[in-house]
Every structure is written in structure tokens, then in C-alpha cells.
């Protein structure tokens, strides 16, 4: 029973650090930023470059970063690649696309980012680019393109275009994003600093440092358990009309952002403004003076559903992997780690590689599950293979891929996978001990 009670408490300490943290300057932008891309970006912008008669030297680039414009997680990539190959794309455009889709990911990218390291999250979008686009080409020529019915190949031949405003927001999302994750002294370093004209019991206190929460972590926690139902009563119907929950879920979101934003030390009530802070605040309000008064009620609609369903379904997940991770730290040897993965070698990143075939979890659940590896000792060029695996060779989608291009296809395509995943970690391995 005593295990049960310290495996329960090690999930819910780890759950409680992960929504008190400042990884809510990186997933709130994030969210938004998958729904924006869901619902006001035409997938024509990239599908248009990945027709059978486009040259490679566009199409292969336009796959690589059909991914991150399309905001794809590894369970949707698959029905996405089996519509633009069976519909005449070139084979080895659309196994680029498969294999970089998830790995750039937006959600997963800036997440990364923020738990792990930009190193580990730019490692993980050069090579996944890099060995993606190699491992299409050496697809396609070891495989005869199949012929194409021209009414399949006819959806290449759409176009779409996008108005100055909407890559305005796109620009504006993307910058509070960066704002709340990149760590540069403009952005850290503390303008003023205002103390709370407010006390709190020591029963508060003792509380609070029982469960290593400072008031600002205890803050976003509620701020998020308010946000939940305000959200589902604006968000959940909105494609019929908007109500005064949609204002307000919007409104605590951006308080959210914001909140988040300063910084404070346990057991403090002073308040550290920083750069961040103003950043943000500078940021929001451009983003609402373009949604007011350049977005269609209609295109404002779309996007909030679209970020809606991307909240809906991948936040609790995430939650669960958080919990699961925090778990799974505390019964795992350290030594067990250190020996199978501990170094960089060959070996250890097939293994990260492996782990990643058995042991699948959704978009960004692997992110905990990952940054658990590291602080057990796991080296970070074997993380990275783990990483670039866990999307692409999870069984079910070597299950999936089987059925969409055959056996014979599928099993070249893991066999390259695996070895281009166990290369990017060993090479980035290395990198890491010469810098």
C-alpha cells in the first residue's frame, strides 16, 4: 500500500510542478497557433507542391514543412499520407512528408523546447528535415512511382492564397510564442519589481512549500481549473455562435499568458516584472486589434474550434502523461538508465530508437516521458533518437503504413527509419561533447 501511496504522490507532485511552471508561455501560444493553422491556413498552400509533375527540388522542401503549416500530430499524419500519395503525390515527397510531419509539429516542437531544450528541439527539426528528405529520395528510387488516375491528381491543381492579415496573426502568434519561451537577458531581465500589499496564514505557506508550489504556481493552477469550464461553455458550440463564456474563456487565457509571465520565489509575494511581461502585454494587444478589427466573425470562429479540438484532445493526455511520468521516475533505477543509455554509443541510441517502437505515446506525452529519461541520466543524443522514433515507429503506425503501401515498402521504410533515427542521436551526440 505504502508503494501505491508514493507512486500516487511522486504523478501528483510531478503534474502539480508541470502546470505551475512557465511551460504555459510555450503550450497556451501553442495551442493557438495549431488552431490557427487548422482552421484559417488552406492545406492547398502545401498540397499545391506535391503534385507528380513538381520539380524535386520544391516538392521534397514543401513536404518537409507540409508538417509544421498543416499541424499534424503522429495519429493524423497517416490518413494524410495515404490521400496525397494514393491521389498522385510522389513517393518519395510523401514519405518526407510521413516521416517529418510529427517530428515539427508545432506543439511538440516549442514544447520541447521549453521542458527539454531548444538544443534537443532544433536538433530534432534539422535532422528530422535533413534524414526525412534523404530517406524520400532513396524511397523513390527503389520503388517504381505507381500510375495516377488524373482526377486523383487534379487536387494538386488547386491553389488558395491567404490575405496580408492572416500572416500578420500567424507573425504575432509566433512572436508571443518566442517571447514566452527564448531565454535572452531583454526578455529576463526584471524592469521593476512590486511587492503584494497582502499576507497569508502560515498554514497557506507550510501548504504551499509541502508541495514545492510558489503563489504564482499556485495561481496558474487555479487560473486553469477555472479556464476548463468557462472554455467548454464558450468554445464548445462556437461554430453556431458566440456567447459571453467565449469573451471571457479568451480573456482568462490571455490573463493566463500574462500571469505567467513575471517571476517570483517560493514563499515570496514580490513580483519581478520582466521584459517577458511587457512583451506580452505589447503582443496580445496587437493580436486583439487584428482579430477585432481584420478577421471575419466566421474566420475567428473557425480558429477558436480548431484550437478548441487540439486542446481537447491532446491536453488531457498530456496530463496523464505528466502524471505517468512523474510515476514512472519514481520506480525506475537510475543505474538502469545510465547502463543501457547513459552514454552515447551506437547502442544506446537503437535502444532509444526501440523504446520508441514499444512504448508509443501521443503528441506530446512523449515530451514528460522524455525529460523523465533525462533526469534518470539518459545521454541526450539517445533522447533525441527516442524522440525522432517514438512518432514514426510505434506499432500502430507500422501497422497503418503496412496497409497503406505494402509490406515490401513499409519494411524498407522502418528498416531507413531506424537507422537514420540511431544516426541523428549519435551524431548529435557528438556534436554535444565537441561544443
Not at 531565454?183 to 519589481?193: D, E, M, P, R
Not at 521516475?329 to 537510475?334: A, D, H, L
Not at 533518437?385 to 509490406?407: C, F, H, K, N, W
Request: proline share 5%.
Amino acid at each position: 500500500m505504502d508503494i501505491v501511496l508514493d507512486l500516487l504522490n511522486a504523478g501528483w507532485t510531478g503534474l502539480l510542478d508541470y502546470l505551475a511552471a512557465h511551460v504555459l508561455l510555450c503550450l497556451v501560444p501553442a495551442f493557438f497557433i495549431a488552431g490557427y493553422l487548422g482552421g484559417l491556413m488552406p492545406k492547398e498552400v502545401v498540397t499545391r507542391y506535391l503534385g507528380p509533375k513538381t520539380p524535386k527540388y520544391i516538392s521534397y522542401p514543401a513536404s518537409a514543412i507540409g508538417g509544421f503549416i498543416l499541424a499534424v500530430c503522429s495519429c493524423t499524419i497517416l490518413p494524410l499520407f495515404a490521400g496525397i500519395w494514393k491521389r498522385g503525390a510522389g513517393l518519395g515527397p510523401a514519405i518526407t512528408f510521413l516521416f517529418v510531419g510529427p517530428a515539427v509539429n508545432i506543439l511538440a516542437i516549442s514544447y520541447t523546447g521549453s521542458v527539454i531544450g531548444m538544443d534537443i528541439a532544433a536538433a530534432r527539426i534539422v535532422l528530422a528535415i535533413t534524414f526525412g528528405i534523404t530517406i524520400g529520395m532513396i524511397m523513390a528510387a527503389l520503388f517504381k512511382q505507381p500510375a495516377v488516375d488524373p482526377a486523383q491528381a487534379a487536387m494538386f491543381e488547386r491553389t488558395a492564397s491567404m490575405r496580408p492579415a492572416l500572416w500578420a496573426l500567424f507573425g504575432l502568434l509566433l512572436a508571443v510564442l518566442i517571447a514566452g519561451t527564448l531565454q535572452i537577458g531583454l526578455l529576463t531581465g526584471t524592469a521593476f519589481s512590486v511587492t503584494l500589499p497582502v499576507e497569508f496564514s502560515d498554514g497557506v505557506d507550510e501548504t504551499l512549500d509541502g508541495l514545492s508550489l510558489t503563489y504564482q504556481g499556485a495561481a496558474l493552477i487555479l487560473m486553469l481549473v477555472l479556464i476548463a469550464p468557462v472554455a467548454w461553455k464558450g468554445f464548445n458550440n462556437i461554430l453556431t455562435g458566440f456567447n459571453r463564456w467565449t469573451w471571457a474563456a479568451l480573456g482568462m487565457a490571455a490573463f493566463t499568458l500574462l500571469l505567467a509571465a513575471p517571476t517570483t520565489e517560493s514563499g515570496s509575494l514580490v513580483i519581478n516584472f520582466t521584459g517577458r511581461f511587457f512583451a506580452e502585454v505589447i503582443l496580445l494587444g496587437a493580436i486583439a486589434y487584428v482579430t477585432v478589427k481584420k478577421l471575419e466573425r466566421d474566420e475567428l470562429a473557425h480558429w477558436l474550434w480548431e484550437t478548441w479540438r487540439f486542446i481537447k484532445q491532446i491536453f488531457p493526455l498530456l496530463i496523464v502523461g505528466v502524471f505517468l511520468a512523474g510515476m514512472f521516475r519514481e520506480i525506475t533505477p537510475e543505474e538502469w538508465v545510465e547502463k543501457l543509455a547513459g552514454r552515447n554509443t551506437i547502442w544506446a541510441n537503437l535502444i532509444g530508437v526501440v523504446f520508441g517502437v514499444f512504448m508509443y505515446f501521443p503528441t506530446l506525452v512523449e515530451v514528460p516521458i522524455a525529460a523523465a529519461f533525462l533526469d534518470l541520466g539518459m545521454h541526450r543524443g539517445p533522447l533525441l533518437a527516442y524522440l525522432l522514433a517514438d512518432p514514426e515507429l510505434s506499432l500502430q503506425s507500422i501497422l497503418v503504413t503496412g496497409r497503406i503501401m505494402g509490406r515490401q515498402k513499409t519494411a524498407v521504410y522502418v528498416g531507413l527509419v531506424t537507422v537514420f533515427s540511431t544516426l541523428a542521436g549519435y551524431l548529435f551526440g557528438m556534436a554535444l561533447a565537441a561544443f
